[in-house]
């Protein structure tokens, strides 16, 4: 029977405020005492019986011993069937279970002090005096305020304060727009003057930098609370409208602290209908336990509309809770009717516990309402007009439990009434010191001193990347000690020539090194998914691992974090970004499969990679890798759509890269191993940090041509944005095309021209950076050419992928106005050709003769002239 109870009760718990959806009790068969063969509970007697190990009942110090069977009877419904509905018979191990257990019939004996009475009562009520001076001041703004929820305020303060006392230092804080303005004035310091400050059309940031803004719900802070002695630095992280696209971003960011010696907890914040809906949740929750990934668990907080926008929840998930998501990997699921203040306070406290016992997830469902509709402006009773005939019925729930307070003799009607009037009092007064409010610096500060913003990228952009060259020898050495490669590594420095993957491994152990971060992460990339990289050797017969290019740096182990990640693009892209935006020294790397996969995750992309610094002011270093190129592998395995993150990129064709001031990210498609090797490091190297997108080659990683000399690597060497033909020592007058390409062409272009004797007609530069566009570099080289050969010689562009797909779109203009800068001194002709495939819907055929063809025509296009 008790199992049953901890089984079964919550099928019968109380958790619907409005009583709309109040379960009918005795409707579960397996609570029914007859089936125990307990067919009258009160004619049992008072017979006692020993419950130690069994039921616990009263206090967590003093349980008793013993207890007849209506007291245990009617215990197990007051904690199991009241207004907590407990889930945690599906947990993986007893001792969870028998844990959880004790808690909750522990603390059922203990009811809130006055102390905490008061507290809870004085946060809602100041809560509500928020919405109710929003709703006055700007009747027009959509404010998504907590109105039918209130107690979540109060949940928050209950939870931090819990992680506090348990030794956290740093908590992380993902949520959407529902409370978010309450949470952030009421509890988080956000002054009410810069919110209201934003409201009447302000600036949220300080006026040298440069950004675009968000909107309200999308504001975040940083900040430190106080909880007795113990003080915690809290980050509410800003956020985009995708709901929980959020929630692997606070991950990562958390992750970050972590790596960097700090007690760090993430607790995520979501709506009813977005948690049971969207996939992001179940692919971060698939995180929770990977080694690379894990954050000693998450409390999750779901605020519990019980209504998605228009959509009743009937039709919008197919659970009987939104948050029985959780159970894909073992939560436990806290619900709780949220106008119970004493059992939102117990939920809270076994939540902060239960993570720091177990370093598991787990999840507390608030089950309220909305007071209004999805947004204040939005009439919900022409949808649910029955729900609403209820809600608009109801007092609200701060002025009901104040009530409650005034009867309990915790506070008194005028006392609950100085607060609301103080409060609005301040905020008031916080409305009245808009006009004079400047918004602060709270950017670039911390961890962040010493990056600036990109505000001269040409300029800042060129950093030394080059590396000690013993050192560089002695990483790679140690990485392939067991590789054909050393023989060539112990030649003479003029004559070693390395590979990609030895590039790579160069740059990763150079950084560490120098003491920064590094991290990489993606499917299959500690072999890499070409069997290039094998940064981990494993023995053949026991399968236990070896990280041998550590042995050569030392404290490195701890500074470097390689793992594979799961079959997710979305969530693992996330955790990427936020680990890069807690600190700028760690230099974080994720490599898809192919690069076909990265719109998996192009949530991420779009709304924080490619946009975040521009709404938000945060700076990340982000690096993906995707392997690209034309190999006919088909349509799925072939491109990463260059085109695409051109199309993202804030490169105005109307500015030169010298003035140039708000660069999103950069894009680069390098043909050299040592041009790879330096964008790595140039992400670290700068004074600041922007996202970095590398389309990294397949079928050159093995191509005996595609190698570097060692002293391309060496101390004193930069990145090359432009690479071209040794044209100092060539008679341009026998020059007749100039073909630009980018990336692995090249290799096929050279060739084919050496096949054809072309070297003296044929000129070809490669543009190893693609964005922001290399125009200084480009005019460096062509103002050493004769303007009379310019006019008369052909420019083409010549690419693999189709004319609408590429960079063709994004680089034919910027070549025109390169050229014709040059040569007339204006953007007058267009000047630029194209050699590539034809437009298409897919990226790449699947048909062997066809590629075959495609790539005969380029070829014969490009030289023949």
């Known amino acids: 029977m008790v199992r049953a109870y901890r089984n079964y009760g919550h099928l019968e718990a109380d958790i619907d405020p409005l009583g709309i959806n109040t379960p009918k009790k005795g409707s579960t068969i397996e609570l029914n005492p007859a089936i125990y063969h307990l067919k009258d509970i009160d004619q049992v007697g008072s017979t006692a019986v020993d419950i130690d190990g069994i039921v616990h009942i009263g206090s967590a110090q003093f349980p008793k011993k013993t207890a007849t069977i209506p007291e245990i009877v009617n215990h197990l419904k007051d904690v199991y069937c009241g207004n907590i509905a407990a889930q945690f018979s599906h947990l993986e191990t007893t001792k969870e279970q028998l844990w959880l257990a004790k808690q909750l019939e522990a603390l059922q004996s203990e009811n809130m002090s006055s102390q905490e009475q008061k507290r809870a ?107 007795g002695d113990k003080k915690v630095s809290l980050s509410l992280l800003n956020n985009p409208s995708h709901l929980e696209a959020i929630n692997p971003v606070a991950l990562g960011k958390t992750r970050a602290k972590i790596s960097h010696g700090k007690n760090a907890a993430c607790i995520l914040m979501h709506g009813d209908a977005s948690f049971a809906g969207q996939g ?153 010191a808009v006009d004079t409010y400047k918004p602060e610096k709270r950017y670039f500060l911390g961890d962040w001193h010493n990056i600036i913003q990109a505000t001269d990228f040409s300029k800042l952009s060129l950093p030394i990347t080059g590396y000690n060259m013993k050192r560089l020898k002695e990483i790679a050495i140690a990485s392939y000690h067991i590789s054909q490669r050393l023989q060539s590594l112990q030649k003479d420095e003029k004559d070693i ?96 499969q192919f690069g076909d996969f990265f719109n998996g995750g192009q949530i991420i992309i779009d709304t924080f990679i490619g946009s975040g610094e521009d709404k938000w002011c945060l700076c990340s270093g982000l690096t993906l890798l995707l392997p690209h190129g034309m190999d006919g592998a088909g349509p799925e395995h072939s491109s990463g759509r260059i085109e695409r993150f051109l199309q993202l990129c804030d490169s105005d064709i109307n500015t030169d890269e010298l003035v140039q001031k708000r660069v999103n990210m950069c894009v680069v498609n390098c043909s050299t191993p040592a041009n790879y090797f330096h964008v790595l490091r140039r992400q670290m190297k700068r004074k600041f940090r922007k996202p970095l997108i590398v389309f990294t080659p397949k079928i050159l990683l093995k191509k005996k041509e595609c190698v570097s000399n060692l002293a391309e690597f060496a101390e004193g060497t930069i990145f090359q944005r432009v690479l071209t033909d040794d044209y100092k020592h060539k008679d341009l007058s026998k020059v007749k095309r100039v073909l630009f390409c980018s990336g692995k062409i090249y290799y096929d272009l050279f060739e084919e021209r050496a096949k054809r004797n072309m070297e003296e007609q044929v000129l070809i530069i490669r543009l190893e950076q693609l964005s922001p566009f290399p125009f200084e570099q480009l005019y460096e ?59 298409a819907s897919a990226p790449a055929t699947g048909l062997k003769y066809v590629h075959e063809a495609e790539v005969k025509h380029i070829m014969n296009s490009a030289f023949k002239f």
């Open 121 to 227: 009562m004085k946060l809602m009520v100041e809560s509500e005096a928020f919405d109710h001076f929003m709703a006055r001041k700007f009747p027009g703004v959509k404010r998504y305020g907590l109105e039918g929820c209130e107690s979540m305020i109060y949940a928050m303060d209950v939870v931090m304060e819990q992680l506090a006392q348990d030794n956290i230092s740093d908590i992380v804080l993902g949520m959407p727009h529902r409370g978010r303005l309450n949470l952030l004035t009421g509890l988080l310091n956000f002054p009410a003057r810069a919110l209201f400050h934003k409201v009447k059309g302000g600036y949220e940031f300080p006026e040298e930098l440069i950004a675009t803004g968000d909107v309200l719900s999308h504001l975040g802070i940083s900040t430190e609370l106080v909880y």
């Open 280 to 432: 992001i949740v179940a692919e971060t929750f698939t995180l929770s336990r990977l080694p690379l990934f894990k954050t000693g668990g998450t409390i999750h907080i779901i605020v519990n509309n019980q209504i998605g926008f228009t959509t009743a929840p009937h039709l919008s998930r197919s659970t009987r809770y939104s948050g029985d998501v959780g159970k894909m990997v073992g939560c436990p699921i806290l619900a709780v009717n949220a106008e119970n203040v004493d059992d939102v306070r117990k939920v809270m406290i076994i939540a902060a516990k239960y993570r720091a016992k177990f370093n598991k997830d787990i999840i507390v469902e608030l089950f309220g309402y909305r007071r209004h509709g999805h947004n204040e402006l939005d009439e919900p009773s022409f949808t649910q007009p029955k729900m609403y005939q209820v809600i608009r019925s109801k007092q609200t729930f701060p002025v009901a439990f104040s009530e409650q307070c005034v009867k309990n003799n915790v506070t008194t009607p005028q006392e609950v009434s100085k607060i609301r009037e103080n409060y609005t009092q301040h905020l008031d007064n916080e409305y009245k």
């Open 497 to 592: 020539h390395v590979d990609w993957a030895t590039a790579e491994v160069m740059a990763f152990g150079s950084l560490l090194d120098e003491g920064y971060t590094v991290r990489l992460s993606g499917q299959d990339v500690i072999r890499g998914t070409f069997n290039q990289r094998h940064l981990e050797f494993v023995d053949q017969e026991n399968e236990s691992r070896i990280l041998p290019m550590l042995g050569a740096i030392p404290g490195a182990k701890e500074r470097f974090e390689l793992g594979q990640s799961p079959l997710s693009e979305f969530a693992v892209m996330g955790f990427e970004y936020g680990y890069t935006i807690d600190n700028p020294n760690n230099f974080s790397v994720m490599e898809m």
């Open 781 to 839: 080289v062509m103002n050493n050419w004769n303007k009379e050969w310019m006019k008369t010689v052909e420019w083409t562009w010549v690419q693999e992928e189709h004319e609408n797909m590429g960079a063709y779109t994004f680089v034919a203009p910027r070549l025109n106005k390169a050229i014709n800068t040059v040569i007339h001194g204006d953007n007058r002709y267009n000047l630029i050709g194209y050699i590539g495939r034809i437009a």
